[in-house]
């Protein structure tokens, strides 16, 4: 359970945040902050601490209680409504955690929208941010949007995206349980593989979702995703690189084929399977008896 003084550091966090980003008011949930007077009394005793905390809730306009997203991507969608101050604190910070997390994802996402960083724009519908639990065990990162995820801004909605789905349900995920993104948030022209320099003009926003989401594990799929993430990688082939663990920003990383590799090589899935059946183990979770061969 969370103490008082982790959740008002993560509040000042979050504010603090939110003053950098040149906004002058910040949303918390009054839930949450109802949740702090009882919390204020229960580990403190101080009746002073639980009013100063009182004080403060009641100074939030009611506005400010709206829902708020938890799948983040160009798409709407929203939490469900703020439960009741007797819920348990660890779910109440939990809460917070996952709204300041949901907050910095979409702000990743607006300037996704907007950028204009390299050439790749110019010929874009829509950027794809990419979209999913904002705390997930599992991040998944492909190469770039083809022409479905450019008409949606969606990561992985095609055929490709199709397969993806299986694969994650395979695992004993939903969609919902996990983030996928790519290491372009542009679809090159032709589906062209990015060139380096768009790769490094774009990285710079998955290393913020990638701070922010702090995965468990990250699956790298394809040879250009594990190029993107792992330059030093180059030089190796992705049937050499898959199954074997690296790194990025100290997560571990698996390297495993594309999923639109998989539609033109179904061979390929068992080696993928037994991929993601290594994932799993290193989440310490069970494998399902099952295969992607759907």
Not at 163 to 182: P, Q, S, Y
Not at 245 to 260: D, K, N, R, S, V
Request: charged content about 20%.
């Amino acid at each position: 359970m969370p103490t008082l003084q982790e959740i008002l550091t993560d509040t000042a966090e979050y504010v603090a945040w939110k003053l950098e980003e040149g906004e002058t008011s910040a949303e918390v949930s009054r839930a949450i902050l109802d949740e702090l007077v009882v919390s204020s009394t229960r580990t403190s005793g101080s009746p002073a601490t639980a009013a100063a905390v009182a004080q403060h809730a009641a100074s939030i306009p009611a506005e400010q209680n709206a829902e708020k997203p938890s799948v983040v991507s160009g798409a709407s969608s929203t939490l469900p409504p703020a439960t009741t101050a007797t819920s348990p604190m660890a779910d109440k910070g939990k809460d917070m955690k996952d709204e300041m997390r949901a907050a910095k994802l979409a702000a990743i996402a607006a300037a996704v929208r907007s950028c204009t960083l390299c050439p790749l724009h110019a010929d874009r519908t829509n950027g794809v941010p990419g979209q999913g639990n904002p705390n997930p065990d599992i991040l998944f990162v492909g190469e770039a949007p083809g022409a479905d995820e450019d008409a949606q801004g969606l990561a992985f909605v095609g055929r490709a995206g199709q397969l993806l789905t299986k694969m994650i349900e395979a695992m004993g995920f939903t969609r919902e349980d996990v983030f996928i993104a790519n290491v372009n948030k542009c679809r090159p022209p032709a589906n062209r593989k990015p060139l380096r320099e768009e790769m490094d003009a774009c990285l710079p926003y998955l290393r913020q979702q990638v701070k922010i989401l702090q995965p468990k594990v990250i699956v790298a799929m394809g040879a250009t995703a594990v190029e993107g993430l792992v330059p030093e990688s180059v030089s190796q082939k992705i049937s050499d690189l898959r199954g074997h663990w690296l790194t990025f920003e100290g997560i571990p990383l698996m390297p495993t084929y594309h999923p639109a590799y998989l539609l033109r090589n179904s061979a390929m899935k068992k080696p993928v399977w037994a991929d993601l059946q290594e994932v799993l183990r290193k989440l310490g979770r069970p494998v399902p008896k099952r295969s992607t061969s759907g």
